[in-house]
């Protein structure tokens, strides 16, 4: 069984309204709510192998954030300019190219992107109905499957779906 955790950067800031999106970095919020996700992913005693990040600056930050609450390598990040604005074939595909190493598994991944890919991807992985993963929601799943290769659409159950306005 593998563990994955869909996360969706925390919230950014349109101050600059002529800025590039690429380069949207967090707003004070999103700098307070990222830390308190982080922690409740550490109550739970969540321990990453990898973290796979979209490089646009506020998913990248928001993993930063994740990774120095969790205690985790900077070794076990990996940026993807994939994950921005990804499909869920390309969600899938990223997974499906992890690499199995049997005295390294990679059990717990945590992955960070946007909307709207990145709730079609846990709508159609999980085969559930969720509107909208708000800013720094994380999407908590359990995989039927022995190797990353394995994933599927459909391949997981939901195990909790928790953002910042819940807790």
Known sequence: MKKLYL??????????PNGNDF??????????EAPQMAKLLKQRKVLPDRLI??????????CEIFANV????????EKTEKLYHASPDTWLSILRGLKEHPADKEDVVLMFGHNPGITEFANELLSVTIDNIPTCGIV????????????????????????PKIL
Request: glycine fraction near 6%; avoid cysteine.
């Open 70 to 77: 969790l205690n985790v390598d900077q070794h076990k990040i």
């Open 23 to 32: 380069d949207r970095p967090l707003n004070e919020r999103g700098k307070r």
């Open 140 to 163: 908590s799943a359990t995989l039927k499957i022995k190797t990353w290769k394995e994933i599927g659409l459909g391949s997981g159950t939901m195990d909790a779906f928790d953002y």
């Open 7 to 16: 996360i969706r950067h925390a919230k950014s800031s349109w101050d600059n």
């Open 53 to 62: 990040t979209s490089p646009a600056l506020r998913a990248w930050t928001t």
